[in-house]
C-alpha cells in the first residue's frame, strides 16, 4: 500500500490521496500547446461552454417541461413563457444555443479540414469529432419534438418516415422507432428520454474521449509543423520561453481562449436578449395538428445542406426510384466527413493555402454546401430542384472522386520532391 503520512493541510490530505499536484501538471500545466495558432483554436473552448450552457438552461427548463402530447405545447407556451420567472430568458437561451451550437461546430471542422488536423495520427480526434457531431444532431432532432407544435410534429413525422427507405426491415423499423404506427404519445415520450437523458450522457463521454484523443498527437498549428513537444516543453520550463514553440494550458493558453470566448459570449447573449427569434420557427408556435400538413416543411438551418441532398435527386433512374436515390445520397452525405483521414491521400499536413488544388476544392466545398443549404430552405420546384440537383452532385462529387484524386497528385509531387 502506498506510504500515507500526517497531512500539514486539508490540500495536502487529498494530494495524497487523489494526486492533485500529478493531476493539475498532466491536465493544466504542463498540457502543452502550441504558440502558434489563430482564434479558430479556441472553438474547441467555446463549443464545450455552449454544451454546458445547453445542460444547465435544459435542466431549469426540464422542472416545468410535461412530456405529454396533451400538455406539453401549453407547458413550454405558457408555463415557461409566461408564468414561471424568467422561463423565457432559460428557453431563449437554450434555443439560441442549440442554433448557434451548430455554427461554432461546422467553424471547428471546416478548420480542421483547412489546417488538414485529421491526418498524421490525429484520425481520432476526428473520429470521435465526428461521433460528436452526429449525437449532436440527433440531440437537437430530438429536442425540437418536444414542444409538440406544428414543425415538432411534420419534422418528426418526416425523419422517423426516411427510415421506411432501409431495404427489407424500413417499415417495421418505423414503428418500432415511433413506438406505435404512427407519431403519437409513445415517440414523444422516446425522443424526451433521449434527449434529456441518454444522449446527454453519451455526449459527455465522447467529449471525454475527444479530449484524450488529442493527449498523444496534440493540437496542431497554423504551419502543419511537426513539433517536438517534449524538448520544447523542456525549453520553456527552463525559463527560455520566447525560444519554446509550445506554452502550457494552464495559464497561459487559457487567458487567450478566455478573450475569444468572452467575445463570442457578447454575441451569443446579443443573439438571445434581441434576436432569439431566429432560433425558433413561427410555424412551432401553432400547436402540433396531424390533421393539417404545413405547406412547406423544412428542418433548422444547420440541417438544411443534408436535407437538400436529400431532396435533390428528384427523378427515377432505370429501376430506382427518385425517393432511393436520394435517401442513399442522404445517407453516404451524413457519413462521409467520417472518411476525410482516408479519402485525402495526400500525406502533407499544411493550410490549405499552401496546398494548391485542395485551397481550391476546399472553397468550392464550402461555397457548394452555403447553397445546399440554402436551396434546402426554398420550394424544391422548376430552377430550384435544379440547382438543387447540381449542387447534391457537386457535393458528393468533390468528396468521392475530387479529394481522392487531386490529393493522390500532391502525394506524387511530396514523394517526388522529398
Ligand atoms: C461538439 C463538441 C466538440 C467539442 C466540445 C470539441 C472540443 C475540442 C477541443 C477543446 C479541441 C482542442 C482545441 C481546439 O482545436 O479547438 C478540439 C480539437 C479538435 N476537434 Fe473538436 N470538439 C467538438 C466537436 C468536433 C467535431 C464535430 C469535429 C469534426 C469532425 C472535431 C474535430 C476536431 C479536431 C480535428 C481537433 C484537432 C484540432 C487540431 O489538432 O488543430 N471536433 N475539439
Same mark, same amino acid.
Given at each position: 500500500m502506498a506510504q500515507f503520512e500526517k497531512a500539514n493541510s486539508v490540500y495536502e490530505w487529498l494530494d495524497q490521496r487523489l494526486a492533485l499536484t500529478k493531476l493539475t501538471k498532466v491536465l +493544466? $500545466? @504542463?498540457?502543452w500547446i502550441p504558440k /502558434? !495558432?489563430? &482564434? =479558430? #483554436?479556441a472553438m474547441g473552448v467555446v463549443l464545450m461552454t455552449m454544451f454546458k450552457i445547453l445542460l444547465i438552461s435544459g435542466i431549469f427548463l426540464l422542472m416545468y417541461?410535461?412530456?405529454? $402530447?396533451?400538455?406539453a405545447f401549453d407547458s413550454v407556451n405558457?408555463? !415557461?413563457?409566461? @408564468?414561471?420567472?424568467f422561463g423565457w430568458l432559460w428557453r431563449h437561451m437554450h434555443g439560441v444555443a442549440a442554433s448557434v451550437v451548430f455554427l461554432v461546430i461546422y467553424i471547428h471542422m471546416f478548420t480542421g479540414i483547412y489546417y488538414g488536423s485529421y491526418k498524421r495520427g490525429r484520425e481520432m480526434i476526428w473520429l470521435s469529432g465526428m461521433l460528436l457531431f452526429v449525437t449532436f444532431s440527433a440531440e437537437a432532432f430530438s429536442g425540437y419534438?418536444?414542444? #409538440?407544435g406544428q414543425m415538432s410534429y411534420w419534422a418528426a413525422q418526416v425523419i422517423t418516415n426516411l &427510415?421506411?427507405? !432501409?431495404? &427489407?426491415?424500413g417499415d417495421e423499423l418505423v414503428i418500432w422507432i415511433r413506438?406505435? *404506427?404512427?407519431?403519437a404519445d409513445a415517440t414523444l415520450t422516446r425522443f424526451f428520454m433521449l434527449h434529456v437523458l441518454l444522449l446527454p450522457l453519451v455526449i459527455m463521454g465522447i467529449i471525454g474521449l475527444h479530449f484524450y484523443s488529442?493527449?498523444?498527437?496534440?493540437v496542431n498549428n497554423q504551419e502543419g509543423e511537426e513539433i517536438d513537444f517534449d524538448a520544447e516543453a523542456e525549453k520553456f520550463k527552463a525559463g527560455r520561453k520566447a525560444e519554446a514553440k509550445v506554452i502550457p494550458f494552464w495559464p497561459v493558453f487559457i487567458s487567450k481562449d478566455l478573450f475569444v470566448l468572452g467575445v463570442f459570449m457578447i454575441f451569443y447573449f446579443y443573439l438571445v436578449f434581441?434576436?432569439? /427569434? *431566429?432560433? +425558433?420557427?413561427?410555424? /412551432? &408556435?401553432?400547436p402540433a395538428n396531424p390533421m393539417k400538413t404545413p405547406p412547406h416543411i423544412y428542418p433548422e438551418w444547420y440541417f438544411l445542406w443534408s436535407y437538400e441532398v436529400l431532396r435533390g435527386f428528384f427523378f427515377d433512374v432505370g429501376p430506382l426510384s427518385a425517393m432511393d436515390i436520394g435517401l442513399m445520397a442522404f445517407g453516404i452525405a451524413n457519413v462521409i466527413f467520417f472518411l476525410m483521414p482516408w479519402l485525402d491521400r495526400s500525406p502533407v499536413v499544411a493550410p490549405a493555402h499552401k496546398r494548391g488544388p485542395f485551397f481550391i476544392w476546399f472553397w468550392v466545398l464550402l461555397v457548394d454546401m452555403i447553397v445546399l443549404t440554402i436551396w434546402?430552405? =426554398?420550394?424544391? $420546384?422548376?430552377i430550384n430542384a435544379w440547382i438543387g440537383f447540381f449542387a447534391s452532385i457537386t457535393f458528393l462529387g468533390l468528396l468521392l472522386v475530387a479529394l481522392p484524386m487531386i490529393t493522390k497528385q500532391e502525394a506524387k509531387r511530396a514523394g517526388g520532391a522529398a
Open positions: +493544466m $500545466t @504542463e498540457y /502558434n !495558432i489563430n &482564434f =479558430l #483554436w417541461y410535461k412530456p405529454d $402530447t396533451k400538455l405558457y408555463t !415557461i413563457m409566461q @408564468e414561471v420567472w419534438m418536444l414542444p #409538440w &427510415f421506411g427507405g !432501409i431495404p &427489407f426491415i413506438g406505435n *404506427f404512427y407519431v488529442l493527449r498523444i498527437p496534440h434581441y434576436h432569439y /427569434n *431566429f432560433a +425558433m420557427d413561427p410555424i /412551432n &408556435f401553432d434546402g430552405k =426554398l420550394p424544391p $420546384t422548376g
